[in-house]
């Protein structure tokens, strides 16, 4: 009997699809899996690269005001002291006392409707906690029985360079998150090209957090990627300059990305940390509810002003013109590459028609889709169709990803194709050999046109592929 597929994005759908289909795999998973470490598979690397290039011309290449950067992931230690992360970058832990599952207490009363974040003090957070964790059940095991709120740090340690027993009292740190790099570069960005007030620096690059509680798949892992972009304006055009990235980022998702304004949502920060003038996150409507997709900050001048008291060295900006010298204030833009990987995937996932006809089907805008073109030869052992086949695709790689394919029957192979989200599916039949004209199907409609094989150049063209 058929029956009614029903279109709803759920969790569950999202990770079987991903491992199914080759975007998303658990790391190491032959030995068991590593707790929160994703790898991207051959369709996730494309889906990834195709995001950040996206990011990346929208934030650096039609912006003449913004530069690139690549920051090493290794930084000098003080680099952790002077911007507080090694005595502050701290999440609230509570242990349930029967199953000894670690918990983020800051989450557990978000749960609840009791507002807590993680920038609270440890007493402040314990003190709300005790209050409410009558109310309070453990996730894993329903228990009310948990040890009371502990901050704990999220820096990952490592001995790099370091050849001494006692390595871990002198650490190497992973970074924790990408823009410590820009910080500590922006001197030498300011000498070396002619950047002047207001102006950006952008980069894209790994993070390590040792985050306590990751069950959300790619959404919180304990390694990710940053797309992080630093704005260095004057104090007085702050927030003028605050509201237009707000802004600006907004459209990112509506217009580049093609996200649905009712997926995503402003969030105001009540609590702010002391040196901040405002904080707003991007939310977006993820299967299990809206959550932080992006974080876009005014951090007035504390970043350079802690970098020049730690480093000794002078940080300030001289304008050029009126000769004034000020520390730089700083708004940024921050968001995971796998949070947006996470969000298209939940945008584009569909599933349509019923029993033996029904797909599903990623609708992704053609620029993020991994596969832009997928060409079949009708026949695996018709020759004469496959060497035609082959010839046309070597002929569309050198500009697009393509992928050939001549397993199974057709109807399977365009199924599978949607699955990931093809725009385009190129047939080579029997017609073809006479008149030198290919069937087409679009991904969304699934309609069917011939088209000449000298045309299929001007075709994908004129779908901007
Ligand atoms: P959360 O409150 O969800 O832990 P955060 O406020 O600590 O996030 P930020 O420090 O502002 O996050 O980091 C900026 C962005 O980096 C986030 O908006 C998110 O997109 C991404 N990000 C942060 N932590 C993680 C993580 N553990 N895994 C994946 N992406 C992350």
């Known amino acids: 009997m058929s029956k009614k597929a029903e279109n709803v994005v759920t969790m569950e759908k999202i990770v079987s699809l991903c491992k199914r289909r080759g975007f998303v795999y658990p790391s190491s998973e032959i030995y068991g899996g590593f707790a929160a470490i994703y790898d991207m598979g051959p369709y996730g690397v494309e889906l990834s690269t195709n995001i950040k290039n996206e990011w990346w011309k929208y934030m650096v290449q039609i912006r003449p005001d913004i530069v690139g950067l690549d920051s090493a992931i290794f930084m000098h230690p003080r680099t952790w002291e002077a911007s507080g992360h090694v005595s502050g970058f701290s999440d609230p832990l509570t242990e349930c006392k029967k199953c000894h599952t670690r918990l983020r207490v800051d989450h ?36 009310k029985d948990f040890s009371g709120a502990k901050k704990f740090n999220l820096l990952v340690k490592s001995n790099l360079g370091n050849f001494t027993e006692n390595w871990d009292k002198e650490p190497a740190y992973l970074r924790g998150e990408t823009c410590q790099g820009i910080y500590v570069d922006y001197k030498n960005v300011l000498d070396s090209t002619r950047v002047k007030i207001p102006f950006g620096i952008a980069q894209i690059g790994k993070a390590f957090r040792n985050e306590i509680t990751a ?33 600006y980022r907004w459209d990112f998702y509506t217009k580049v990305l093609g996200f649905d304004e009712k997926d995503l949502k402003w969030h105001k920060h009540e609590n702010l940390v002391f040196y901040a003038k405002e904080a707003y996150d991007i939310e977006f409507n993820y299967p299990f509810g809206f959550k932080e997709l992006e974080g876009i ?17 002078d940080l300030t900006y001289t304008d050029q013109t009126t000769g004034d010298k000020f520390m730089p204030h700083i708004i940024e833009s921050s968001v995971g590459v796998g949070r947006t990987i996470l969000a298209a995937l939940c945008s584009a996932y569909c599933e349509e028609g019923e029993g033996e006809s029904s797909r599903t089907v990623l609708k992704f805008p053609y620029k993020l889709a991994p596969i832009k073109v997928a060409v079949f030869p009708l026949l695996k052992n018709k020759p004469e169709l496959v060497a035609k086949a082959r010839e046309i695709f070597d002929s569309l790689t050198p500009s697009m990803m393509c992928e050939f394919d001549d397993n199974g029957n057709i109807g399977k192979r365009y199924r599978r194709q949607d699955e990931i989200g093809t725009p385009f599916c190129v047939t080579v039949d029997f017609d073809t050999l006479d008149d030198d004209t290919v069937t087409v199907r679009h991904r969304d409609t699934m309609k069917q046109e011939r088209v000449k094989i000298v045309e299929l150049d001007g075709f994908f063209h004129k779908h901007n592929l």
Request: charged share 35%; hydrophobic share 30%.
């Open 215 to 247: 069950r959300q798949f790619i959404f919180r892992t304990r390694e990710f990627e940053q797309m992080e972009m630093q704005y260095f304006v004057t104090e007085a055009t702050e927030m003028t300059e605050y509201e237009k990235l707000k802004k």
């Open 297 to 313: 900050h005014a951090r007035g001048d504390y970043d350079l002003t802690q970098h020049t008291k730690f480093s000794g060295q």
């Open 108 to 143: 557990l009363l978000e749960d609840i409707g009791v507002a807590a974040d993680e920038k609270m003090s440890e007493k402040e957070i314990d003190k709300i906690f005790s209050e409410n964790v009558k109310n309070i059940k453990c996730p894993n095991c329903g228990s």
